[in-house]
């Protein structure tokens, strides 16, 4: 258990739709990272927050939004879903605000989009 | 887009062979971090790396920071069903402030 939790674990919604994905860090990690994870592909570097701000940017379409809150947690906000924003969304905390604190992942919300 | 090189991408084995991989750069990288996935569960990490020529063990899992700091190694020994899974390179690149991944390399192991 690596102590980030991620809610919901699967999701279905329609083209179209919005959904909030949720993420709960490790006590203790200020930063808060995205990822997404299509079907036999690597793992894709949304956003990064730390302690509440964003830090750092991937690759986020603009239908796609992040907020990290006072508590820490944070929420992944998908808009105008398209059948290829299906994927595995992970959340990872870190300590740190740098990469060079091992990222700790989730197990990640399945969003299938029809 | 993609700056890791990450070999072999899948690997049929016997149970108990030994098993390596690698990931591989043009650029200079300043961390180097082993993860890896099992069906339904998000990457877990196994090795960090921070220093060149680093060679660190967890187990039956050694990783090496290559001397170039243009790679890394990973090899598991005497594997096991358990083993079975996605392995990931990630790397943080030197000036860099976001976390590249490699491909993954898929183990398979035949009992």
């Known amino acids: 258990d690596s102590g980030v939790t991620q809610t919901p674990k699967h999701l279905i919604t329609a083209t179209g739709q919005r959904v909030t994905l949720r993420c709960s860090p490790r006590?203790?990690?200020?930063?808060v990272y995205w990822y997404q994870q299509s079907l036999d592909q690597g793992l894709q570097f949304l956003i990064q927050?730390?302690?509440?701000?964003?830090?750092a940017k991937g690759n986020i379409l603009e239908r796609f939004s992040a907020q990290q809150f006072p508590d820490l947690h944070s929420e992944l906000n998908l808009s105008s879903l398209e059948l290829g924003d299906s994927a595995l969304y992970f959340c990872?905390?870190?300590?740190?605000?740098?990469?060079?604190?091992?990222?700790?992942f989730g197990n990640g919300t399945r969003l299938t989009v029809t | 887009g993609q700056q890791l090189n990450q070999s072999p991408q899948s690997m049929f084995i016997q149970e108990g062979e030994d098993v390596s991989m690698n990931c591989t750069s043009s650029?200079?990288?300043?961390?180097w971090l082993w993860y890896k996935q099992d069906p339904g569960e998000g990457p877990v990490l196994l090795i960090a790396?921070?220093?060149?020529?680093e060679l660190t063990s967890n187990g039956r899992l050694t990783a090496q920071f290559g001397i170039t700091r243009k790679d890394s190694f990973l090899n598991i020994s005497a594997s096991i069903p358990s083993d079975v899974g996605i392995y990931f390179c990630?790397?943080?690149?030197?000036?860099?402030?976001?976390?590249?991944f490699g491909q993954g390399t898929r183990l398979t192991i035949n009992p």
């Open positions: 990872a905390s870190s300590v740190g605000g740098h990469y060079n604190s091992p990222l700790h």
């Open positions: 006590s203790g990690d200020l930063s």
């Open positions: 927050y730390y302690n509440g701000e964003e830090r």
């Open positions: 650029s200079i990288f300043n961390t």
């Open positions: 790396l921070y220093k060149a020529g």
């Open positions: 990630a790397g943080l690149r030197e000036g860099a402030q976001k976390l590249v």
